[in-house]
């Protein structure tokens, strides 16, 4: 299984990315794949995550309504939609997943998910 992490950068206060996460090796069927975040000096949190099963989503408190997780099936690929981005949003964003897990246990346990991507810098600021 690889996941590989793309979409991040330099965006100004209330500028908005979107972030992609290309998946091999998943079977698809009933994948949890999230979206987590590190800022300096902080622990790593879990912004959103998707189970493949049925397309249920979680999302962390802290993102609701700013940031918005889909994918494509067929092409194997997890986006994140962030809007409206704050300075307090810099951070390392990575994707990651495991097997026979659903959206709420990927992103509230993400200690014990299997496979990482490499991360994306994302930095908000003007």
């Known amino acids: 299984v690889q996941l590989q992490a793309s979409g991040g950068g330099l965006v100004q206060p209330g500028g908005s990315l979107r972030l992609s996460c290309a998946i091999s090796g998943f079977t698809w069927a009933q994948d949890g794949i999230g979206w987590f975040r590190q800022a300096p000096g902080k622990e790593r949190e879990g912004v959103s995550c998707?189970?493949?099963?049925?397309?249920?989503?979680y999302y962390g408190d802290s993102f609701k309504g700013r940031f918005t997780i889909s994918s494509d099936s067929a092409k194997k690929v997890v986006y994140l939609q962030m809007n409206n981005l704050q300075p307090e949003d810099t951070a390392v964003y990575y994707c990651?997943?495991?097997?026979?897990?659903?959206?709420?246990?990927?992103?509230?346990?993400?200690?014990?998910?299997?496979?990482w991507g490499q991360g994306t810098q994302v930095t908000v600021s003007s």
């Open positions: 990651a997943g495991d097997y026979f897990v659903n959206a709420e246990y990927a992103c509230r346990e993400d200690k014990t998910l299997d496979y």
């Open positions: 998707l189970s493949t099963t049925d397309a249920r989503t």
